[in-house]
């Protein structure tokens, strides 16, 4: 189970992206139903990992080629590891399972969380997260290529716009194992 970028400067109103995403994500109510979707998937037994997207101090693996990494480039103190923005929301902060940290839109892109997976024998992911079209879409794909298993959970993914969202999705469905509804993602954990 991967949780993709659940944090602050993501979805929070005061966090760098919440002035794009924070009205969606709160509308759409994605947080709850990932809230519990990742409860009653670890107390299945499932694995869950959180990823978030923060720059150290010199920037780790940052590369500044494309307008949003520029962006975040420049606003690099607020998404240091320790920084507020950098921290899970409330609700998903206290919920059992590994935090990666990374500089890049794939969760599995600049650290070692495709093999530390392997190396436990996971070969099927579940993702959550926001944005649908950006760190969902881009970890899909990696994970796809990296040769996972994947789905994409839809009722526990939002972007900033319902559209956007729904389009990625179905691209999803054709380029992944399948996307999956949370209730169909809990009965594969089971």
Do not use: Y
């Not at 070969?123 to 970890?139: I, K, Y």
């Not at 729904?166 to 691209?171: D, G, N, V």
């Amino acid at each position: 189970m991967l949780a993709l970028h659940w944090q602050v400067n993501v979805i929070a109103p005061e966090g760098f992206f919440g002035e794009l995403l924070a009205g969606p994500v709160a509308r759409s109510g994605v947080v709850a139903r990932a809230a519990r979707f990742h409860a009653a998937a670890a107390a299945a037994g499932a694995e869950l990992v959180f990823t978030r997207f923060t720059v150290p101090a010199g920037e780790g693996e940052l590369v500044r080629n494309t307008e949003f990494m520029r962006a975040v480039g420049e606003a690099q103190e607020s998404f240091r590891p320790d920084a507020p923005g950098a921290a899970l929301v409330p609700e998903l902060a206290g919920q059992p399972g590994l935090v990666v940290d990374n500089q890049k839109l794939s969760g599995l892109a600049g650290n070692d969380l495709a093999t530390w997976l392997r190396d436990r024998g996971v070969g099927t992911l579940f993702l959550t997260g926001v944005a649908t079209d950006l760190t969902v879409e881009q970890t899909a794909r990696h994970a796809t290529d990296l040769g996972f298993q994947v789905h994409v959970v839809t009722d526990c993914t939002a972007a900033a716009e319902e559209a956007t969202h729904r389009a990625s999705l179905a691209a999803l469905a054709r380029t992944t194992a399948g996307n999956r509804t949370a209730a169909e993602a809990l009965a594969a954990c089971r």
